[in-house]
């Protein structure tokens, strides 16, 4: 691929991309406020390399696509829910924009179905059952076959912890009548409940470049086991050990893909060995507030990357 020119009036060198609810919201709280300042931290970045820098919403029709050299994903965390308006735009999109990650990261990443690619590569991932779309799932036979006394059940594509369920072989019921209309247009995925990721937490280590920058821990408020903020969950700055890392990276170099920037989320399994939960190549929070270099580390590689001097 040959290197854009920044010398060139006609392009604004990079959009960050972000969703409609961030543009210019009326009104704040703490998690809009933290959306809105850590993409200023991405822009700052960009601009202090000499690029032409907008951030704009995926779905934002005035704005003319093909004008844009680098679309940079960042806050776009409306497009599971959108997924059929997404996915044409992104089609779109793609001929004329150079998308940072690569569309087909983005396709690979965006359905857990790759969570099997990554164990056919020799990472750890919790035991697993997908069930594809239309089929049908006896979730209470699924435990009792797989001696499991709890499991999650959640779409293959998802975020924020849409349709995420916990359940038991006493109680499954709920679940499957949600679960029976889900498969009639969707795959889902089953795994067994990781009691270390309530007990002690959940890791997200920030690879990018292909550089580790920093690592943050992720705990579930008191009775849930969901660890995003939308559930109450808790944010941590963290000091990952050098074999929490080395597993960080194994997991970016099984994607097969050269990746601008990763986020990995691992855990201790019911073994206790190390396992990735998921590795978010799309839009992840990557938690620039608690280490702002890693913004620069970001804008440096995209600058080498994609941008000649011209």
Request: aromatic share 4%.
């Given at each position: 691929m040959?290197?854009?020119n920044r010398s060139n009036n006609t392009l604004v060198d990079v959009v960050v991309l972000t969703d409609h609810r961030y543009v210019a919201p009326e009104q704040t709280n703490d998690y809009i406020n933290n959306v809105l300042h850590e993409d200023a931290i991405v822009v700052k970045a960009?601009?202090?390399r000499g690029l032409r820098v907008e951030r704009r919403s995926w779905d934002d029709d005035q704005f003319k696509w093909e004008n844009a050299?680098?679309?940079l994903f960042r806050t776009t965390w409306d497009y599971f829910d959108r997924f059929a308006?997404?996915?044409p735009w992104l089609k779109k999109v793609s001929e004329s924009c150079i998308l940072v990650n690569p569309p087909e990261v983005l396709h690979w990443n965006i359905d857990k179905h790759y969570l099997n690619d990554l164990k056919s590569g020799g990472i750890n991932i919790p035991p697993t059952v997908i069930i594809e779309k239309v089929d049908a799932c006896d979730l209470k036979a699924l435990l009792k076959d797989k001696k499991w006394s709890e499991a999650v059940v959640k779409?293959?594509?998802s975020g924020a912890g849409r349709h995420t369920y916990k359940i038991s072989e006493s109680h499954t019921e709920s679940t499957q009548q949600v679960m029976?209309?889900?498969?009639t247009r969707e795959?889902?995925?089953?795994q067994e409940f990781q009691r270390n990721i309530v007990d002690r937490g959940e890791l997200s280590l920030m690879i990018i470049d292909g550089i580790y920058t920093h690592a943050v821990l992720k705990k579930a408020r008191e009775g849930e086991f969901r660890v995003q903020d939308d559930f109450g969950g808790s944010v941590h700055p963290y000091e990952p050990t050098n074999e929490e890392i080395r597993f960080a990276k194994d997991c970016v170099k099984a994607s097969g893909f050269d990746l601008a920037y990763a986020r990995v989320d691992i855990f201790r399994d019911n073994k206790g060995q190390l396992c990735l939960a998921e590795l978010e190549l799309i839009e992840p929070e990557l938690w620039f507030r608690f280490h702002p270099e890693a913004a620069e580390v970001l804008a440096a590689g995209i600058t080498r990357k994609y941008f000649s001097e011209g």
């Open positions: 040959e290197p854009l960009l601009k202090q050299g680098v679309l308006e997404f996915a779409p293959c594509v029976d209309e889900l498969l795959a889902m995925m089953v």
